[in-house]
């Protein structure tokens, strides 16, 4: 296939611990995974597993399942059997499903200390279960539900109080000799958040999950997601994200992965260089980046696609990409590694550029193969 080497990182790796999520090393300069959350009814397997399958194509890596009821328990063996990617175990007040899950063989489970009783007093058990199963634990801390304790210490929840209740946490399972960790300590303010997670980098070595909790809906969420992980990653900070949106969960893998590729941690797929359009545009861009894009999703191998408006920068960025046009009246040059390959007319830009970017995969792929 062709090499997965990430291509310009934007920072040097925070040196973190590594942790197994099932097979997906997190941390340790593991590449950054992406995440989802499933939103059926997870007592309902076969809808749950179905999502579970359409998030694995679209390039999920670690999928996260909820679990409030003890049907819900009762499915997670099944699930953590039949899933394609690691499913972590979701849990909220009850300590009982924590040990369903790890005995489920989830391969991890989340916890969030501030909403689980008397979780404290559990935590020698938890400890126990989990390093018997080789089961890590998320500290999962969230501004909505901060300890009771922080939130009067501190009147909010600030990052310091964020930061405070994880250390708290995770000190209680060190005591017991546990450190297969990681931490998330998620805010719905993109601000907070970063400065938690940056404080949180400084004090401890565990990989780190970053969302920005309830971000909202997709162009809200992916805009809030997008500027928060990039200012963390762009410091080396994070090991795995999970973009939260009120959309079907399969749009917060695209977007999560887009993010990677944007910052250079993640080798890049397919690339439209489109341009915005402008008082010259001689051909509808929009329409024909669209197109494009639609025509070309899919594609495995790193491509870059220029589609400008105009000969003003449309030769100019066509050729610096792999494959491009640049349309002027009613015709389009298309562009292949620099050189103007042919010139058709506008209804014929798309297919062409779709065949000649199909000839640049296969081509790439059998170098791949051959090396
Ligand atoms: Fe305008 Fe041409 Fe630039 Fe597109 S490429 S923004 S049409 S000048």
């Known amino acids: 296939g062709v090499p997965e080497v990430p291509i310009r990182p934007i920072a040097e790796r925070r040196v973190s611990r590594q942790i197994q999520v099932g097979p997906v090393a997190v941390g340790g300069g593991a590449p950054v995974s992406v995440q989802s959350m499933t939103t059926t009814r997870t007592s309902d397997i076969g809808a749950t597993l179905q999502q579970i399958a359409e998030l694995t194509a679209s390039g999920c890596q670690i999928v996260r399942v909820a679990c409030p009821t003890q049907d819900d328990a009762d499915a997670l063996a099944t699930i953590a059997r039949k899933s394609q990617i690691p499913v972590i175990a979701d849990i909220h007040f009850q300590p ?4 369903a899950a790890i005995e489920a063989g989830c391969a991890a489970v989340r916890v969030n200390p501030g909403n689980i009783k008397q979780f404290d007093d559990k935590v020698k058990e938890i400890a126990r279960a989990a390093k018997d199963h080789g089961t890590p634990i998320r500290i999962g801390v969230n501004a909505g539900s901060l300890d009771r304790r922080l939130l009067q210490k501190y009147g909010k929840a600030t990052p310091e109080a964020l930061v405070e209740s994880a250390l708290w946490e995770a000190s209680l399972f060190e005591e017991h000799d546990f450190r297969d960790i990681k931490i998330s300590v998620k805010h719905n ?14 004090q401890c070595d565990y990989p780190l999950h970053l969302g920005v909790t309830e971000a909202g809906p997709a162009f809200q969420g992916t805009i809030k997601s997008a500027v928060a992980f990039g200012a963390l990653l762009s410091r080396g900070i994070g090991d795995t994200i999970r973009v939260s949106l009120s959309a079907p969960p399969a749009e917060e893998v695209k977007v999560g992965i887009q993010i990677l590729e944007s910052l250079g941690l993640r080798q890049r797929r397919l690339e439209i260089v489109s341009c915005p359009s402008c008082g010259r545009a001689q051909v509808d861009v929009y329409k024909l980046a669209d197109e494009v894009t639609a025509g070309l999703e899919g594609m495995e191998v790193p491509l870059r696609v220029a589609v400008m408006g105009c000969v003003v920068n449309g030769p100019g960025e066509a050729r610096e990409a792999d494959l491009g046009v640049a349309s002027g009246n009613g015709k389009g040059q298309i562009f292949v590694k620099g050189e103007v390959i042919k010139t058709v007319p506008e209804s014929k830009i798309v297919e062409t550029l779709i065949e000649e970017a199909m000839k ?11 090396s």
């Open 360 to 370: 640049i995969a296969e081509q790439l792929e059998q170098d791949g193969a051959a």
């Open 189 to 202: 303010d993109p601000v907070v958040m970063v400065n938690a997670y940056r404080l949180l980098a400084e």
């Open 96 to 99: 009982k499903y924590v040990f």
